[in-house]
């Protein structure tokens, strides 16, 4: 598969699955896959909402109860698929329309909706990150030993030299998954793989996204790793003794939601630590999200959930998986490129990337064939499409093709077949400078939106425009990186607007890591490689990093590490200027979130702000959602009328998102000490335009370690925000010994912006 048919591939989830008789159900015309809610019955019963310990036996037979008794025949009756245990109360079923209207009329009913279809949103990035071996957080963090990784993909290439265990210890004793191989093909590395129903009856990966986040979060070493000789290192996950479980619930076109569910609620039975979810759909309430609502039952056992945050960016309001709870992870680049230059005929040269460098391809000029170089002419075959099959001018020349209509390696396709020697992908102008590499057989580069004008005015102006295009191979240091990749979904949040998201970017951008066939077509190698971008290759990065920090912290909850992770991030790039987007401008708050991850900072963080489970509920009855609503959310009734209910920025967050009002607005935060026993921290607010802030008190004193200190934040309107949208600033505690620097970024939306 090549890059860009993935590159919208999205971030990962968990899984379950169970034996039952459904997998081999006919579906019927008007049967399809509903997600049914339901709640235990009050009192009375061994399945009361008192009993805390309810057999999965009971709940099973509780859910059959829904089911009519009088089907159309005697062989395709509704049929449940997977009954769910520990996700929600509820199951995934074959119904009609009928059969959810009788539902609906039965007590302990709660909901039922058709199953929506999900889409799926490394050698050199430890070391960009600063993770070298045998020394600093790394090492200190025995490289993620002991902790266990929940994968919801594709699946899994298990006989891939990444999942080697050389140096692995056991999984822990607490670890109770399975390994659905026909071979025993599992090890200290691979120690589960869980297939489901709509998968192709095994957890092999067909299509490479799964083998590819699953090692970027906890691959093996692989020594001589490269594409095409290319991006040539040691491959290694970001957590390398860290155990990875495998749960397959996405095939080569989408990711059934049913499968999800069934997936998470598997491994919150298992026993991982950290879930990595890189897939998800559009925005939703909470209690109308399933990743969000099994995510918060994962969190209410101790596990860390990290998301992709969608590839739907540059546009605003675009992200997936906005719950609180969640780890919300946007793309950046690295510095690594894999060059290759267009030589003008004017001598200009356009900087661009390329997986394949030829290294027979001559280096003299070639006629540019460009049918989109009149921008304004509606029929120029602009994409490269079949209707250059017709072109005889292509012939001989180095085609020019835009970026749309069909994948990029169809367009290579024709410009080959019809002739041409070469291929200069232009970016539209929403990619900016964010270029991808790709395995093409021909001769080709990628060139930026700033290249793209460049080369409409050579062609435009030159009488007999030509090009070369020079191979130049892997180059490190690239000054602007990290900068936020164009496809990153951007905030604010449509879910909860006082919660700034995305939380954080990592590395997502032309990412090697393992892949399950050769794209070089070599058949004597299992030691195969790719390069693909998406924020389903940032997810596993977080879930790596949050990997090595439970195993070197392991009594901090998902809050804590999701904070010191937040508020130890690194706010410019390596030009030492602020971290870009795909302009090569500032980047927006609602790109960037909190910053970009720097895992050996997020070790010793000094302060965290914590969250208990049971801390959300105030936050959701302020939401104004129903009590209903809120029980879906935690399994529980719940009235919201004898509840303190709290604003959304009261929620103990380490980011503020503030909706700038005529009123004074006013936020608690308590910070817990996990840095030294005795220390002092005073404040230090940068504003956001427009909005004045004010801490109190300015001055935190720590007397030992764990202890809680609360401050309060007043925010309130400057009188400067003319013609603002969106304003952006800081709060952040120094330590006095210089040590600890404790960040909160403050995002102020404006109500001119119509939110």
Known sequence: MGLMQIFFLFCVLSFHSLAISAIDFQEQSNLETYIVHVELPESGTQLSTTNSS???????????????????????????????????????????????????????????????????????????????????????????????????????????????????????????????????????????????????????????????????????????????????????????????????????????????????????????????????????????????????????????????????????????????????????????????????????????????????????????????????????????????????????????????????????????????????????????????????????TQVTYADRLKLIKYVNTARSPKAAISFKGTIIGDNHAPAVAYFSSRGPSQASIGILKPDIIGPGVNILAAWHRSVENNPNTKSNFNVISGTSMSCPHLSGVAALLKSAHPDWSPAAIKSAMMTTTDLVNLAKNPIEDQRQLPANIFATGAGHVNPARASNSGLIYDIEPKDYIPYLCGLNYTDKQVGLILQRKVKCSEISNIPEGQLNYPSFSVVVRSAVQKYTRTVTNVGEASSVYHVQIVAPAGVNVRANPTMLSFTKVNQKLAYEVTFSPSGSANNIAVSQGSLTWHSSNSKYSVRSPIAAIFQAVGL
Request: hydrophobic share 35%.
């Open 54 to 444: 309810i057999p999965n036996e009971d709940l099973d037979s509780w859910y059959n109860s829904f089911l009519p008794t009088v089907t159309a025949s005697s062989n395709d009756g509704p049929r449940i698929i997977y009954p769910y245990h520990n996700v929600f109360k509820g199951f995934a079923a074959k119904l009609s329309a009928e059969d959810v209207k009788a539902m609906e009329k039965m007590p302990g009913f709660v909901s039922a909706r058709p199953q929506k279809v999900l889409s799926l949103h490394t050698t050199h990035t430890p070391n960009f990150l600063g993770l070298h071996p045998n020394s600093g957080f790394w090492k200190a963090s025995n490289y993620g030993k002991g902790v266990i990784i929940g994968v919801l993909d594709s699946g899994i290439t298990p006989d891939h030299p990444s999942f080697g265990d050389e140096g692995m210890p056991p999984p822990p004793a607490k670890w109770k998954g399975k390994c659905e191989f026909n071979t025993s093909v599992c090890n200290n590395k691979l120690i589960g793989a869980r297939f489901f129903r709509h998968g192709d009856g095994s957890s092999i990966d067909g299509i490479g996204h799964g083998t590819h986040t699953a090692s970027t979060a906890a691959g093996s070493y692989v020594e001589g790793a490269n594409v095409f000789g290319n991006a040539n290192g040691t491959a290694v996950g970001i957590a390398p003794l860290a155990h990875l479980a495998i749960y397959k619930v996405c095939t080569t076109s989408s990711c059934s939601e049913s499968d999800l569910l069934a997936a998470m609620d598997a491994a919150i039975h298992d026993g991982v630590d950290v879930l990595s979810i890189s897939l998800g759909g559009s925005s939703e309430p909470f209690y109308a999200d399933n990743i969000a609502l099994g995510a918060y039952r994962a969190t209410e056992k101790g596990i860390f959930v990290s998301c992709s945050a969608g590839n739907d960016g540059p546009s605003s309001s675009t992200l997936s998986n906005e719950a609180p709870w969640i780890l919300t992870v946007g793309a950046s680049t690295t510095d690594r490129k894999i060059r290759a230059t267009v030589v003008l005929g004017n001598k200009e040269k356009l900087e661009g990337e390329t997986l394949h460098q030829p290294k027979d391809f001559p280096s003299t000029q070639f006629r540019i064939f460009f049918p989109g170089a009149n921008q304004s002419d509606p029929n120029a075959d602009r994409f490269c499409t079949t209707a250059l099959l017709n072109q005889t001018g292509i012939k001989g020349k180095i085609a020019v093709c835009d970026i749309g209509e069909i994948p990029l390696l169809d367009k290579e396709k024709n410009v080959k077949a019809a002739g041409g020697v070469g291929m200069i992908i232009i970016n539209p102008e929403e990619f900016g400078y964010t270029t991808s590499v790709d395995a093409y057989s021909l001769p080709a």
